[in-house]
């Protein structure tokens, strides 16, 4: 299955295709009341740590160190994507950050690891039970 995953800026204007807005940033963008971002949703936890963060701007890590390792962060836990699939799931997912340069942030890699945990959970609902014998009843409708 296709899923749209937009990634923009917090500060660019809101557009009625967005769909779910969801700010996937630790820190609130400055200047910016809640309402006037039109959320679904806030998920500060599903940024980078704040030491992983903290050296990706000291350029104490590269972009490829940064992504790998931020990748890695959301693999350690297996609910942090399970709200972002939802809305991805419902329609058009906006990811937003304040960060100036989108490309240089967390959200490409936000999205491929996402994009990737739909394709498994749907992989895995195509695929027949795992024992057959306990099934035997779905199998033959």
């Keep these: 299955m296709s899923y ?3 990634l923009k800026r917090v500060y660019a204007p809101i557009e009625a295709e967005d769909g779910a807005r969801v700010l996937v940033d630790r820190l609130w963008p400055r200047g ?3 309402e006037a971002l039109a ?6 936890e599903t940024a980078p740590s704040n030491a992983l963060r903290r050296q990706y701007r000291r350029n104490q890590r590269s972009h490829a160190a940064f992504a790998t390792r ?3 962060e ?5 609910t942090l994507l399970l709200s972002l699939m939802r809305f991805a799931r ?3 997912l906006t ?11 967390h959200l490409p890699a936000l999205r491929e690891s996402l994009l990737q945990a739909l394709e498994n959970e749907d992989a895995r609902d195509r695929e027949p039970p795992a024992s057959p ?9």
């Design 4 to 6: 749209s995953i937009a």
């Design 32 to 34: 910016k009341a809640r």
């Design 39 to 44: 959320l679904s949703a806030w998920h500060p």
């Design 70 to 72: 931020y990748r890695l």
């Design 74 to 78: 959301l693999a350690e836990s297996d």
């Design 90 to 92: 419902a329609g058009r």
């Design 95 to 105: 990811l937003l950050t304040a960060t100036r340069r989108i490309e240089d942030s």
């Design 133 to 141: 014998p306990c099934y035997a009843d779905e199998l033959n409708r």
